[in-house]
Nanobody, 118 residues
Framework: QVQLVASGGGLVQPGGSLTLSCAAS????????MGWYRQAPGKQRELVAT???????NYADSVKGRFTISRDNVKNTVYLQMNSLKPEDTAVYYC????????????WGLGTQVTVSS
């Protein structure tokens, strides 16, 4: 059974920082591309950042220079370091694991709420 358990969300003031973690189980973590997505109220889910099994990263333009995605293949965990947070970063953040081209495996975690507000 595949599980992606996200944690680290919360309430933070504008300009603050948070680190999200996503612990994976039930998959061979090291061969999966991992990603963080977010969904704000009334909006579609959007990509935030991805990291391939080889360590290559990709970011949405809106978070470049502020967010950093990383992974620990020993701990089976992917992280999202978020700095200089803005109110528009407020959303539920979801962890994703995928592999295959074309896509053959695609898993989602339940999400963690991030609220940026003074």
């Amino acid at each position: 059974q595949v599980q992606l358990v996200a944690s680290g969300g919360g309430l933070v003031q504008p300009g603050g920082s948070l680190t999200l973690s996503c612990a994976a189980s039930g998959i061979i973590f090291s061969i999966y591309d991992m990603g963080w997505y977010r969904q704000a109220p009334g909006k579609q889910r959007e990509l935030v950042a991805t990291i391939t099994s080889g360590g290559s990263t990709n970011y949405a333009d809106s978070v470049k220079g502020r967010f950093t995605i990383s992974r620990d293949n020993v701990k089976n965990t992917v992280y999202l370091q978020m700095n200089s947070l803005k109110p528009e970063d407020t959303a539920v953040y979801y962890c994703n694991a995928r592999r295959g081209s074309p896509l053959t495996h695609n898993y989602w975690g339940l999400g963690t709420q991030v609220t940026v507000s003074s």
